[in-house]
């Protein structure tokens, strides 16, 4: 089984509607990112989590919101999606130990129509 | 100005070819990672450096810290190769977060 699991893997969804995507790890990593890519931009960070009480903006947050319901899962919610958010989307974790490897989720396609 | 920059931004190859994708960033540090996208979406680290050379099967990366430039080199490339390579980096202004600053990747295609 994957270490960082995302669902769903593919969405369609009309203007102005509420998504949560949904990311867990097994890894025991206590950091928990959520990044998006669009084409020709690269990606860029969201929001992060260094546990489930501490909660930090990204470069783009507007728009999102995010829920560390346990140390394993990470929410990442659009309370109105709006046909810009259409974008590629990553979880990934980084364990505690002085390591900054970061370990990535197999991605969600989300398109906003 | 982008703090890390990636080229060249496509590259097409010959099977077997020698391939080398650059990376330069304009801040300090604390790690390097090179990283791989296909076609299918998933993203896999290949390596992460902060000084030197490291080497697993055909790919080399490499890192000047003082020139603040890393390369990633396929030796006898292969079609299986093709995929997107992205350089990113731990800033060192990051702090604990560790967050990755990404570059906006190189499209490999290896024709056979």
């Known amino acids: 089984d994957a270490d960082v699991t995302q669902t769903p893997r593919n969405r369609i969804t009309k203007t102005g509607k509420r998504i949560m995507l949904e990311c867990s790890q097994t890894?025991?990593?206590?950091?928990m990112y959520w990044y998006r890519q669009d084409p020709g931009l690269g990606l860029r960070l969201i929001y992060y989590?260094?546990?489930?009480?501490?909660?930090n903006k990204g470069e783009i947050s507007d728009g999102y919101s995010v829920s560390r319901q346990a140390q394993a899962k990470f929410s990442l919610s659009l309370e109105s999606a709006i046909p810009n958010q259409t974008a590629l989307y990553f979880c990934?974790?980084?364990?505690?130990?002085?390591?900054?490897?970061?370990?990535f989720g197999p991605g969600t396609r989300l398109t906003v129509t | 100005k982008n703090e890390v920059e990636q080229s060249p931004q496509n590259l097409t190859a010959q099977e077997g070819e020698f391939i080398t994708i650059n990376c330069s960033y304009s801040?300090?540090?604390?790690?390097l990672h090179w990283l791989q996208q296909h076609p299918g979406g998933g993203i896999v680290s290949l390596f992460m450096?902060?000084?030197g050379k490291k080497k697993h099967g055909r790919l080399i990366a490499t890192i000047n810290i003082q020139e603040k430039h890393s390369s990633l080199h396929i030796t006898a490339s292969h079609p299986r190769d093709s995929a997107v390579y992205i350089c990113?980096?731990?800033?060192?202004?990051?702090?604990?977060?560790?967050?990755?600053?990404f570059g906006s990747g190189t499209q490999l295609t290896v024709l056979p």
């Open positions: 990113a980096v731990t800033l060192i202004s990051s702090g604990s977060a560790r967050q990755l600053t």
């Open positions: 801040v300090g540090i604390s790690a």
């Open positions: 990934a974790t980084s364990g505690r130990r002085g390591a900054y490897e970061q370990y």
């Open positions: 989590s260094f546990d489930v009480k501490d909660i």
């Open positions: 450096l902060s000084s």
């Open positions: 890894k025991g990593h206590d950091r």
